[in-house]
T-cell receptor
Framework: GAVVSQHPSRVICKSGTSVKIECRSL??????MFWYRQFPKKSLMLMAT?????????EQGVEKDKFLINHASLTLSTLTVTSAHPEDSSFYIC??????????FGPGTRLTVT | AQSVAQPEDQVNVAEGNPLTVKCTYS??????LFWYVQYPNRGLQFLLK??????LVKGSYGFEAEFNKSQTSFHLKKPSALVSDSALYFC??????????????FGTGTQLKVEL
């Protein structure tokens, strides 16, 4: 299957600071990646669709100025949580759309805002 | 809009026994259905998908799922459970994202616990 990496796997930041999470498609050139957020023991919530070379498409209710997404190359998408607050603490997961109706997921990033 | 329901928060089964994890869906048009598994603090791993064709779909690690159009169900099954199958299982349906493309809508997940 596809190899998708995320960095960092865990990050702790102070309230008011920004943190960047990277999602890399290691063996596939991905024009489309997705960013999800998962709360403890809950389902995944799609935050946005990351499109290479263009602006991300955000789901309703997701603040685009708070969750900045950049998809500058076919192998890298980044999610920056700006001015983080404790309520932003969550598990963030990216996925790569590889076609054939399949998405392959990264291992996730645990963000804790203190 | 599409939706997925997983009616059981948790399923307990003894090792060696068959297991079933239930999923029902609602979608306009043809359903594209998926099962994923998540181990603690990890991303999701693809198990299997139904796009078209045979109603019984075979996937990874001995899992299979049966598509039932009349009951709008896509239950995950395995003939003989292993302790290592203990994990969180998500059913998902594929639909349209805002502005085009395709997205997955996930169910709430079912925690499978396989005991000796």
């Amino acid at each position: 299957g596809a190899v998708v990496s995320q960095h960092p796997s865990r990050v702790i930041c102070k309230s008011g600071t920004s943190v960047k999470i990277e999602c890399r498609s290691l063996d596939f050139q991905a024009t489309t990646m997705f960013w999800y957020r998962q709360f403890p023991k809950k389902s995944l919530m799609l935050m946005a669709t990351s499109n290479e070379g263009s602006k991300a498409t955000y789901e309703q209710g997701v603040e685009k100025d708070k969750f900045l997404i950049n998809h500058a190359s076919l192998t890298l998408s980044t999610l920056t949580v700006t001015s983080a607050h404790p309520e932003d603490s969550s598990f963030y997961i990216c996925s790569v759309d590889r076609g054939h109706y399949e998405q392959y997921f990264g291992p996730g990033t645990r963000l804790t805002v203190t | 809009a599409q939706s997925v329901a997983q009616p059981e928060d948790q399923v307990n089964v003894a090792e060696g026994n068959p297991l079933t994890v239930k999923c029902t869906y609602s979608v306009s048009g043809n359903p594209y259905l998926f099962w994923y598994v998540q181990y603690p603090n990890r991303g999701l791993q693809f198990l299997l998908k139904y796009i078209t064709g045979d109603n019984l779909v075979k996937g990874s690690y001995g899992f299979e799922a049966e598509f039932n159009k009349s009951q709008t169900s896509f239950h995950l099954k395995k003939p003989s459970a292993l302790v290592s199958d203990s994990a969180l299982y998500f059913c998902a349906v594929r639909g349209l994202v805002t502005g085009g493309g395709n997205k997955l809508t996930f169910g709430t997940g079912t925690q499978l616990k396989v005991e000796l």
